[in-house]
């Protein structure tokens, strides 16, 4: 029985792929994992998914309220600027 391509579970484990892909160098694996999704929307939602669950990870570790989390990432996405596409 294989996955349903267009789940939640299956876009954030994409999502992973595609980041651990990226980060490895294997920037064409991070393309072709990119395209497997059906839908910008279940791209979307599998990134928003595992975003959701690397912040309970750190909050669970750190004892920070998500909003202190989303504040303290807005701060540094601010800080960072508008860098160019790693892809």
């Known amino acids: 029985m294989s996955a349903d391509p ?5 876009a954030a484990q994409r999502a992973a792929g595609v980041i651990a892909a990226k980060h490895r ?9 990119l ?4 839908d910008d929307a279940t791209r979307t939602r599998g990134f928003m998914f595992l975003a959701e669950l690397a912040l309970n990870l750190v909050r669970t570790q750190t004892g920070q ?7 303290e990432l807005a701060l540094h996405i601010a800080a960072i600027g508008d860098p160019p596409p790693a892809l």
């Open 25 to 33: 160098g294997d920037l064409d694996g991070a393309e072709q994992l």
């Open 6 to 10: 267009g789940s939640a579970l299956t």
């Open 35 to 38: 395209a497997m999704f059906p």
């Open 65 to 71: 309220s998500m909003e202190d989390l989303a504040q």
